[in-house]
T-cell receptor, first 115, second 112 residues
């Protein structure tokens, strides 16, 4: 049982380049999330998908796009990378239930540097 | 926007000492979670508290949810080097579908 997997683990981009971060979960969860983690700022939600076929903006969506390809996969795209997007990106998944939080399962992260 | 303020941001203690990490907000949360994260890995859930005043114990860790559901604390008794890591609190508002608001995190270092 792999849980949540992310690729790549590390990436260096030049300003203006584009790339897609891939995420997949094998727990049959309805909800999936993309976060970025910066020093002293905890995790900030970029986009989430409450269920297959739906996506919505989180706290810091500017500069990013997402695709919920199917129930298993949720990708994050940077169309034109900027140095401010240097961060560690985490994908997570959970069961969908209103109100009370279900446990979110996190992937190992992608460390992105934009020069 | 719901905000969670975590304190302290850094904590460096000796093995055997006790410590408390606080998580505070001006907003009411329907539930609150505590996660632990080790370097190079994603966060892992430690506990979820859902009832105001609730206290949960996990071995040497004690978690409390404030009566008004606006704050929480994590207390570790007799800390060990294996407790070293980043501790994150995260809350959910009543109308969200599992969306979490995270605090900034507390980096704990326990020296042998």
């Amino acid at each position: 049982n792999a849980g949540v997997t992310q690729t790549p683990k590390f990436q260096v981009l030049k300003t203006g380049q584009s790339m897609t971060l891939q995420c997949a979960q094998d727990m049959n969860h309805n909800s999936m999330y993309w976060y970025r983690q910066d020093p002293g700022m905890g995790l900030r939600l970029i986009y989430y998908s409450a269920s297959e076929g739906t996506t919505d903006k989180g706290e810091v969506p500017n500069g990013y796009n997402v695709s919920r390809l199917n129930k298993r996969e949720f990708s994050l795209r940077l169309e034109s990378a900027a140095p401010s997007q240097t961060s560690v990106y985490f994908c997570a998944s959970s069961e969908r239930r209103q109100g009370i939080s279900n446990e979110q399962y996190f992937g190992p992260g992608t460390r992105l540097t934009v020069t | 926007t719901q905000l969670l303020e975590q304190s302290p941001q850094f904590l460096s203690i000796q093995e055997g000492e006790n410590l408390t990490v606080y998580c505070n907000s001006s907003s009411v949360f329907s539930s609150l979670q505590w996660y632990r994260q080790e370097p190079g890995e994603g966060p892992v859930l430690l506990v979820t508290v859902v009832t105001g005043g609730e206290v949960k114990k996990l071995k040497r860790l004690t978690f409390q949810f404030g009566d008004a559901r606006k704050d929480s604390s994590l207390h570790i008794t007799a800390a060990q080097p294996g407790d070293t890591g980043l501790y994150l609190c995260a809350g959910t508002g009543g109308t969200s579908y599992g969306k979490l608001t995270f605090g900034q995190g507390t980096i704990l270092t326990v020296h042998p």
